[in-house]
């Protein structure tokens, strides 16, 4: 069975930088395509950015381009989410998701479209606040 564990949520003030891992055990990385998606109290859950397993493909939401990037080490068997200048707006709790099907990760990505995305994580906390 999949597992999915994401570390590196902390607190942080506007403008700083945190760095997310999300390791994968179970299974070997390259294998799946990663999102990571997070949720702010009483809000839905969004797509931040998924990247694919089968070529260079990445997705990031419109409010974090430029300031987030998603990479991933298949030899470690962990993605990363760097993200820089964060604001409060980014305050929520950040869970990586896994899938063989990359088509399927990006539309749960990008349109919100849940076609049975069965592998995540508990979820790690970023706190943006002064």
């Known amino acids: 069975q999949l597992q999915l564990v994401e570390s590196g949520g902390g607190s942080v003030q506007p403008g700083g930088s945190l760095s997310l891992s999300c390791t994968v055990s179970g299974g070997t990385l390259d294998s799946y395509a990663i999102g990571w998606f997070r949720q702010a109290p009483g809000k839905e859950l969004e797509g931040v950015s998924c990247i694919s397993n089968t070529d260079s493909s990445t997705y990031y939401t419109d409010s974090v381009k430029g300031r987030f990037t998603i990479s991933r080490d298949n030899a470690k068997n962990t993605v990363y989410l760097q993200m820089n200048s964060l604001k409060p707006e980014d305050t929520a709790v950040y869970y990586c998701?896994?899938?063989?099907?990359?088509?399927?990760?990006?539309?749960?990505?990008?349109?919100?479209?849940?076609?049975?995305?069965?592998?995540w994580g508990k979820g790690t906390l970023v706190t943006v606040s002064s």
């Open positions: 998701a896994a899938d063989p099907r990359p088509a399927q990760l990006f539309k749960l990505c990008i349109l919100g479209l849940d076609y049975g995305i069965n592998y």
